[in-house]
């Protein structure tokens, strides 16, 4: 069994997410190649070659390449993968955005964001917002997997595999780069730190801990900026015996719980 493992990485620089996901993909227990696909990748190959656990590199440079297009990116993995038992990624934006298609197009599922590996087949993976773990056995002759890299180790240096090119693609024709804006933020950027310390107001403030280990919770600072989102169903209150709902800028159709007798329930019109 071969397993081919995406890499992550940008501006000619392999991402760690790259060596997390590689610590997966040796727990397969096969052989690992790693596709390194875009232009002017040979430095993210290099480094890629030098990691722990890498039998094979594997170079694949074009212009349709070069943004990492879900179409090309696809089309590329999905001409390689007979070779390949298992297609893997890290749950990245790239990977979240490639593997799908690569998983439809290759008519098997996807086994997405994985957090520990059992066996060749076999996978934990979170559900319910991370409430529960999910063991999943997969049949299908190949498999098709994103990783969670934060509950993986990064493999170490210490390797030294070939570094093969191999043809890359134009890719189907189907989407094309059109630009990109970056924004900046001074807010933590967690998927790439080696350590979160998560509090909140009950740690207080940095002057309040002043004399200890300084701190800053990334609990409110990791939150989407804007408006939060409404909830999903009306809050219920009682008052005076009865149960309403508050007034609400849209009608919404709900249903009140058969415990509670309709005549003493109000409702807007």
């Not at 071969?2 to 991402?15: I, K």
């Not at 093969?164 to 900046?184: I, M, N, Q, Y």
């Amino acid at each position: 069994m071969t397993t081919l493992l995406v890499a992550e990485h940008a501006g000619g620089t392999l991402n760690d997410a790259t060596a997390k996901a590689l610590t997966a993909a040796v727990a397969l227990g096969s052989d690992v190649h790693v596709l390194v696909a875009g232009k002017g990748v040979q430095g993210a190959a290099d480094a890629a070659a030098k990691l722990s656990g890498v039998a094979k590199v594997l170079v694949a440079e074009s212009d349709a390449l070069e943004h990492h297009l879900a179409e090309p990116m696809a089309a590329l993995i999905v001409g390689m993968a007979d070779r390949y038992d298992a297609i893997v990624a890290p749950a990245t934006t790239n990977g979240k955005n490639t593997l799908p298609r690569v998983a439809a197009l290759l008519d098997v599922m996807q086994i997405s964001d994985i957090t520990a590996v059992v066996d060749a087949e076999t996978f934990e993976r979170p559900i319910y917002a991370g409430n529960a773990l999910q063991t999943v056995k997969s049949g299908d002759p190949k498999k098709v997997i994103t990783v969670r890299t934060s509950t993986f180790a990064a493999a170490e240096a210490g390797g030294s595999a070939p570094v093969e090119t191999v043809a890359g693609t134009d890719g189907p024709g189907l989407s094309e780069f059109v630009g990109e804006e970056l924004s900046k933020s001074d807010r933590p950027e967690l998927t790439s730190a080696k350590i979160i310390i998560s509090g909140g107001r009950a740690l207080g403030s940095d002057e309040k801990n002043s004399g200890k280990s300084s701190f800053r919770s990334p609990t409110r600072s990791a939150q989407p900026s804007g408006p939060r989102a409404p909830r999903s169903m009306p809050v219920m209150r009682r008052t005076t015996g009865r149960w309403v709902r508050p007034a609400r800028s849209s009608p919404r159709i709900s249903t009140l719980p058969a415990a509670f007798p309709a005549r003493s329930s109000i409702w807007p019109a």
